[in-house]
């Protein structure tokens, strides 16, 4: 029967300790066990390479692990209850999860408790328990840090979802913690454990770009989370960088070696092209249904604005010869300019956004000028989404704000003299400013340019609505 050489032993003890076997009695009964089967297999005329690669093949990494797991459960009482709590916190919080979305998007009581618990369970119970059934099965000092960033980042991330979706204050915070230890320590020590495998040194390109790719995509879900500039791009860039280079890369050095050709790296490949082409698609239709949603309703209210203004300037003309056409001619006259005014802040926002910080563009085709004064095409926007504009003339404390407020008070004071009956007085509240534009919120900072001139085209609507109200009421006097 052949024997085994010092070197060949050597090579499969340095093996099997390679796959983080802990415990040494079982560390040296497989190394017996697979020593005993690649003689096994010499005798059938086989070299040692041949008859080990053989062996490797019927007994993979996995299995080796799977047989350390299974000693540690039978021998270990410890390791079998963080086993057992980590499968059990690890379903029911994933569950929670699941159903409060579903509960969220039927807008069903008690969405919110499912979220706050599963969030909990996730975060205090399965992920403690899951960083100390890793550590037992491998006791690798160098994968510590990779298993604690990767809990944290997860962790702030599902606490930064839940925050978001509850609009509790410091959201932001909490995803700005899990986009740093996630990008910026979890990605980079996944990157050093996998080039750390001497068995993959083929495979450290398709690690690098795959880890690119993925940080452009995480980064770019931050950013939209966040609604930053840029995170479409950078989603699509990711997609792109793993999609069309990492995935086949990787995809053609593992099937030059037959051994790793299994049913489960053949579902890794269809289950990776189906995450990322749907995500693809979603993330595009996502982005054009979000524009072309607040497109059509800008455009639906700028003819209803084109109607009312037509309407009420016929109004105030056709009754020149009324006694009432002082009150008349002053309410049309004021509501006309506080619409420009409020026209003035549009056109300025755009500019803004259209030009570079500090220097605001002409936007020519942007704004074109008509009967009903300026107006905006919003179709042609290049960079509808940035929140500087908001920022600068919608917040409370900013120059325009207060401008705007103390147009709208003097306006609110000069016709509540003029509103008689309830009904009209319930009206005024549609130009309440606390309704329409942001608030002193840290929320309402992240208000996109195209949400707040939405808001500005509303309140103009309704300035035009009361016009017409009162109007109507003073003519048939």
């Not at 793993?242 to 289950?271: H, M, Q, S």
């Amino acid at each position: 029967m052949p024997e085994l050489s010092l070197q060949n032993i050597e090579r499969i003890s340095r093996d099997v300790k390679r796959q983080e076997i802990i415990f040494s009695h079982l560390a040296d009964d497989l190394i017996d066990h697979i020593c005993c089967d690649v003689e096994n297999a010499m005798e059938d005329g086989l070299t040692f390479y041949e008859a080990y690669m053989k062996v490797k093949q019927k007994m993979n990494p996995r299995r080796l692990k799977e047989i350390q797991e299974e000693t540690l459960y039978a021998i270990d009482t410890k390791y079998r209850n963080m086993k057992n709590t980590m499968k059990i916190s690890g379903v029911a919080g994933a569950t929670l999860f699941g159903l409060a979305a579903l509960f969220k998007i039927q807008h069903w009581p008690g969405a919110g408790f499912m979220m706050s618990l599963g969030a909990l369970l996730l975060t205090f119970v399965f992920m403690p328990s899951a960083l100390g059934v890793l550590w037992k099965e491998s006791h690798n000092k160098n994968k510590l840090f990779l298993f604690i960033s990767a809990f944290l980042s997860m962790g702030f991330f599902i606490f930064g979802i839940l925050f978001k979706v509850q609009h509790w204050q410091g959201a932001a915070i909490v995803l700005i913690l899990a986009g740093i230890f996630g990008i910026l320590f979890f990605m980079p020590s996944l990157v050093i454990s996998l080039f750390r495998d001497e068995e993959n040194k083929n495979k450290r390109g398709v690690y690098i770009l795959g880890a690119a790719g993925l940080i452009l995509y995480l980064a770019g879900l931050f950013m939209r989370i966040q609604h930053w500039a840029g995170g479409t791009a950078c989603t699509i860039l990711g997609l792109a960088i793993i999609g069309t280079i990492a995935l086949p890369w990787f995809t053609w050095l593992t099937w030059k070696d037959e051994k790793y050709v299994t049913p489960r790296f053949l579902f890794l490949i269809i289950g990776s092209l189906a995450i990322l082409i749907s995500g693809a698609l979603v993330n595009l239709s996502t982005q054009y249904s979000y524009e072309d949603g607040f497109y059509s309703n800008m455009e639906q209210q700028q003819i209803l604005y084109k109607y009312l203004y037509r309407n009420n300037n016929s109004l105030a003309v056709g009754n020149h010869d009324s006694l009432s056409f002082p009150h008349i001619e002053q309410l049309h006259s004021r509501t006309t300019g506080l619409v420009s005014f409020i026209s003035s802040i549009e056109v300025k926002m755009v500019q803004e956004s259209e030009g570079k910080p500090g220097e605001p563009a002409e936007a020519e085709n942007q704004i074109s000028q008509s009967e009903y004064g300026q107006e905006i095409n919003y179709r042609l926007l290049s960079n509808p989404f940035p929140l500087a504009p908001v920022n600068d003339f919608l917040m409370p404390g900013s120059r325009k704000r207060q401008e705007l407020d103390k147009e709208l008070n003097d306006y609110l004071n000069f016709i509540s003299e003029l509103a008689r009956d309830n009904e009209l007085k319930e009206s005024l509240e549609l130009i309440r400013t606390s309704d329409l534009l942001p608030g002193k919120n840290t929320e309402d900072r992240k208000i996109s340019l195209i949400s707040g001139l939405h808001s500005l085209e509303l309140l103009k609507n309704n300035l035009l609505i009361i016009e017409l109200k009162l109007l109507s009421g003073a003519a048939n006097r």
